[in-house]
């Protein structure tokens, strides 16, 4: 079955950097997109970034455009978002997601909080 596992959260100062990783198991990951999402307390889950399958294009959500980056590793099986200049803003749990046969997929979430 389908498995995500999201570690690399953590509590950072405010202009820091983290690294998140989602490790996938249970599909032929190379052959899908793969998505961040987050959700803060009392708002919605919101798309952070997607990278694609073929030619691993990338879309990122205005907020984060300049700051995130988000990879993947087909032979790893991972995906990653990379967090620099982080704000309060950003403050969430982050997912990660992949879409397979119309249905969504979601890890446990890892927390990021941005404090001083």
């Known amino acids: 079955q389908v498995q995500l596992v999201e570690s690399g959260g953590g509590l950072v100062q405010p202009g820091g950097s983290l690294r998140l990783s989602c490790a996938a198991s249970?599909?032929?990951?190379?052959?899908?997109?793969m998505s961040w999402y987050r959700q803060a307390p009392g708002k919605e889950r919101e798309l952070v970034a997607i990278?694609?399958?073929?030619?691993?294009?990338?879309t990122y959500a205005d907020f984060v455009k300049g700051r995130f980056t988000i990879s993947r590793d087909n032979a790893k099986k991972t995906v990653y978002l990379q967090m620099n200049s982080l704000k309060p803003e950003d403050t969430a749990v982050y997912y990660c997601?992949?879409?397979?046969?119309?249905?969504?997929?979601w890890g446990q979430g890892t927390q990021v909080t941005v404090s001083s």
């Open positions: 997601n992949v879409r397979r046969s119309s249905n969504d997929y």
């Open positions: 990278i694609r399958s073929a030619g691993g294009s990338t």
């Open positions: 249970g599909f032929t990951f190379s052959s899908y997109a």
